[in-house]
């Protein structure tokens, strides 16, 4: 009797499992969790999750739930292929999502293109695959993007130079940071400036103190940065250490907010597509209450790129007619836009040609050390995408 | 202050470079040395090869922003807490674990010690988060920069390292030859069986042998964290000592120190003047080097190689 009772029960969670999972959209993430590149990774997921919760919280989209499922592959490519393989032939999910390293591309776009499954890149750097002529099935939503960012702080340097500036360049020793700064000095030989060094460094590196002094011995007097937040900050501070006094710009990563505030250097300047949270939007004050119910362990100002990407996801969700498949979603992604509320300088655009975005906007920030406060340099500055 | 990047005279520059160069290498050796020894202290006394070294120094230095919580406005008190701390964390790792492992094949104590790495990356997650951390904000530590003659500049969480590495091996080696503890250490790293029929307990020289390699691994992780802050690729930096241990002789600690100097001079001077890009294979050039000349190190004793 007892046993016939536990099977009913058993039978019974698990209709009514799958008839949750039937009635939701179905989302697959796997992302840098743990591993060394969680501290950039792990807040975009931890806030996107905390979206998806937000917007079921008000009853989902089109009256259905979102199940987002999250998969930990600490920035492994064979974790993330595995993660990928459960993801679709379990969970049968409608998008994949990658919040992770760029090792871990290659094999989730084989599995997602051998299933015919859109591929969400979230936080990761956007691959070219998503700039125009645009792969069908990658799409990206992240803030920063290789070659625009360059051309855009190239030019920024070259208009806030008072002496002709001598750049020198920091990157951290993987592919894209390396094509990224490779690509920036030829800007800067086009742009009439001259390159002094550049300095490709290894991660980890127990001390930056040698490539800062290759990089001071120099004489650089700007010095421009695209990397990991990590190799950005600690370039500069191991420069400032040997006395350089030179400006330096690096891209705007989810720290960037709080690091400024840490290292009050008013000769920083950090760029980046995101708002602030000094700018204090009304849409701050949104992530702010959803990520308080969720009780997210992360500082507030790193939130807002996973925010973004939750806001995506609703978007292309909501275009997806019941009942949902791939291409559906597809479909929906292929013709996006999204109104960021503030936090970006406009709308994320996709069509079909073209899966980044088709304007990209940036803003300049630093420390002013007399109002001892962040300030805005320049404001939003937008970069046709074509 | 911008424009204010001046160029200096030829020759003070030259000078200058010179010793801001010597300064590079005297720090990287430091930090080589000082997490190096821990690799050695295990191995000589156990012939364990502790492959979650780096964790362990992760572990202590993260240690560190407890106790800064605690001894607020306190840093130094603060620092010595934490590092005793991680003596602690050593032993209780040895007699928790590898302790089990006694009698066992070497290979399985390595594995054991993979699998403990494996388990305090995942706890640190836990308890501190992924994110950056800054131990000298929280200790209210600012880390200033130093001069030095020539006009080279090193910072003060640097120089600490390189005092402290120093101030560690002169007590290792004072401990090793002139206390019981010291000398009892020793003998069960020459000869265990004998020593435990003289009636030295090895499982607590071995427990000692935990507690000092993570308490000077520790050290390192705390200094390094307090120079430039703290995250999980602090394991990375653990492991890239590995080579310069090695270099030297897994079971000397003079070795340990030779190897840290000829791995930080050859990283140092090829990131300098040849490509940067070499930093991070520099140490296992040299070690290649050294295992084709002398497998066992410049200092290690021969007789210790073992073909796997």
């Known amino acids: 009797m007892r046993r016939t009772a536990l099977t009913t029960v058993l039978a019974a969670s698990l209709a009514a499992t799958g008839a949750l999972a039937q009635d939701a959209y179905v989302v697959g993430l796997t992302g840098a969790l743990t591993g060394p590149a969680a501290a950039t990774y792990a807040p975009v997921i931890e806030a996107m999750r905390a979206y998806v919760d937000h917007v079921n919280g008000k009853g989902g989209v089109n009256g259905r739930q979102i199940r987002l499922i999250v998969a930990d592959n600490q920035g492994e490519p064979s974790k993330a292929a595995a993660d990928a393989k459960k993801l679709l032939a379990q969970d049968k999910v409608l998008v994949l999502i990658n919040s992770s390293l760029s090792s871990t591309y290659a094999p989730m776009i084989a599995e997602a293109k051998r299933a015919g499954v859109p591929l969400f890149y979230a936080g990761a750097v956007c691959p070219k695959e998503t700039y125009p002529p645009a792969d069908p099935l990658q799409f990206c939503s992240t803030a920063f993007g290789a070659q625009y960012d360059s051309r855009f702080a190239m030019g920024f340097v070259k208009e806030r130079a008072r002496e002709a500036p001598r750049v020198g360049y920091a990157a951290m020793a993987i592919p894209i940071s390396r094509g990224e700064i490779d690509y920036a000095e030829s800007l800067t030989k086009q742009l009439g400036m001259t390159p002094v060094d550049k300095e490709i460094i290894p991660p980890p590196t127990p001390d930056y103190t040698p490539f800062a002094t290759r990089l001071k011995d120099a004489n650089a007097n700007w010095v421009y940065s695209w990397a990991p937040w990590v190799t950005q900050v600690r370039t500069l501070e191991a420069l400032r250490r040997l006395g350089w006094k030179g400006d330096y710009i690096a891209y705007a990563h989810i720290q960037a907010e709080d690091e400024l505030e840490r290292l009050k250097d008013g000769d920083l300047y950090v760029f980046g597509t995101n708002a602030f949270f000094q700018d204090t939007l009304p849409v701050h004050a949104e992530i702010r209450a959803a990520t308080h119910r969720a009780k997210l362990n992360y500082p507030i100002t790193q939130l807002t790129e996973g925010f973004i990407a939750g806001l995506v996801l609703e978007a292309a969700l909501k275009g997806t007619p019941w009942p949902p498949t791939p291409q559906k979603v597809l479909a929906s992604m292929n013709n996006l836009k999204v109104d960021t509320k503030g936090l970006r300088g406009g709308p994320i655009e996709w069509t079909k040609d073209n899966h980044f975005r088709t304007r990209q906007y940036y803003r300049v920030y630093r420390w002013d050390p007399a109002k001892n406060a962040i300030v805005r340099v320049k404001d939003w500055t937008a970069l046709d995408v074509k | ?308």
């Not at chain 2, 922003?65 to 005793?84: E, I």
């Not at chain 2, 890239?240 to 120190?257: M, Q, R």
């Open chain 2, 1 to 308: 202050m911008r424009g204010a990047v001046a160029a200096q005279p030829r020759g003070n520059h030259r000078r200058g470079l010179s010793i801001q160069l010597a300064v590079n290498i005297a720090v990287l050796a430091s930090i080589y040395a000082l997490i190096g020894c821990g690799y050695v202290l295990i191995y000589r006394t156990s012939r364990v090869l502790n492959l979650a070294h780096g964790e362990l120094m992760m572990v202590a230095a993260y240690l560190l922003l407890a106790t800064a919580s605690l001894f607020s406005g306190h840093p130094l008190a603060a620092f010595a807490a934490s590092a005793l701390l991680g003596l602690v964390v050593g032993a209780a790792v040895y007699l928790v674990l590898m302790r089990k492992m006694t009698g066992e094949r070497v290979l399985a104590a390595v594995l054991a010690t993979v699998a403990l790495g494996i388990l305090l990356r995942g706890i640190v997650v836990l308890v501190w988060s992924a994110q950056q951390q800054y131990p000298g904000q929280a200790l209210g530590w600012s880390n200033p920069a130093l001069a030095l003659p020539g006009g080279a500049r090193i910072s003060a969480a640097a120089a600490a390292l390189v005092l402290t590495t120093a101030a560690a091996y002169a007590g290792l080696f004072a401990f090793l030859r002139y206390t019981r503890w010291g000398i009892r250490m020793r003998a069960a790293g020459q000869n265990p069986l004998l020593a435990a029929q003289r009636g030295i307990r090895l499982h607590g020289v071995y427990a000692l042998a935990w507690g000092l390699s993570t308490f000077t691994g520790g050290l390192a992780g705390m200094l390094i964290a307090l120079d430039a802050g703290l995250e999980q690729t602090m394991v990375v930096i653990g492991l890239k000592a590995f080579p310069a241990a090695l270099v030297g002789g897994l079971d000397s600690l003079v070795g340990a120190i030779a190897g840290a100097l000829i791995v930080a001079a050859a990283e140092v001077l090829l990131i300098h003047y040849v490509n940067p890009l070499l930093a991070d294979v520099v140490p296992f050039l040299v070690l290649i080097a050294m295992l084709l000349a002398r497998p066992w190190g410049l200092f290690g004793t021969r007789e210790e190689l073992d073909r796997v």
